[in-house]
């Protein structure tokens, strides 16, 4: 089946530094890919969706200038999160929309980002 | 704007015992609907789906759902739960008009399955 990797799996840092996510696509290209955010014991909220090529969509209440989305490839997409606070201390995940499985997101194993 | 609800946040089975988990969603138009399983330490996997069709879909490991139009539902069914399934099932939903496939998630329903 279609793999997405994640990376880092874990990643701690200083309140103030920014902290870059990268999402691969392994065995399929992916024009469309998302990135999400779970909260302890909550259900996954979709921060933006990111197309190949062009401009994140961001979704209403998260701060594009903050949250820096990039998708360069087919293959690969970054999520930066910028002057890290304590309070964005989370578990990121990335999806990724294969071009062949119409409708199906493939999910990465998560990024678990802890600001001191 | 869509919405998903899954009434159950938490389950504790035996083994041998039937599952069934709510999942309602909010939505006038037509829509795909998913169930995803995330075991401990692991990623999202995708259960089953539904897009059109026979309302009652078969997934993997045994689950399968039924869609229940007037009631806006897609329950999670299975007969006989194991150990191996304890786990967090998120249901979730997305627009079929929408094409921007992005998917709205329950938030979650944790299942315990004592041996």
């Known amino acids: 089946g279609a793999v997405v990797s994640q990376h880092p799996s874990r990643v701690i840092c200083k309140s103030g530094t920014s902290v870059k996510i990268e999402c691969r696509s392994l065995d399929f290209q992916a024009t469309t890919m998302f990135w999400y955010r779970q909260f302890p014991k909550k259900s996954l909220m979709l921060m933006a969706t990111s197309n190949e090529g062009s401009k994140a969509t961001y979704e209403q209440g998260v701060e594009k200038d903050k949250f820096l989305i990039n998708h360069a490839s087919l293959t690969l997409s970054t999520l930066t999160v910028t002057s890290a606070h304590p309070e964005d201390s989370s578990f990121y995940i990335c999806?990724?929309?294969?071009?062949?499985?119409?409708?199906?997101?493939?999910f990465g194993p998560g990024t678990r980002l802890t600001v001191l | 704007a869509q919405s998903v609800s899954q009434h159950n946040h938490h389950v504790i089975l035996s083994e041998a015992a039937s599952l069934e988990l709510g999942c309602n969603y909010s939505?006038?138009?037509?829509?795909?609907l998913f169930w995803y399983v995330q075991y401990p330490g692991q990623h999202l996997q995708l259960l089953l789906k539904?897009?059109?069709?026979?309302?009652l879909v078969k997934g993997i490991k045994g689950f399968e759902a039924e869609f229940i139009k007037s009631k806006f539902s897609f329950n999670l069914r299975k007969p006989s739960v194991q150990w191996s399934d304890t786990a967090e099932y998120f249901c979730a939903v997305n627009a079929q008009e929408d094409s921007s496939y992005k998917l709205i998630f329950g938030s979650g329903t944790r299942l315990l399955v004592r041996p």
């Open positions: 999806s990724a929309l294969g071009l062949a499985a119409y409708n199906e997101q493939f």
């Open positions: 939505y006038g138009g037509t829509v795909n």
């Open positions: 539904y897009f059109s069709g026979d309302p």
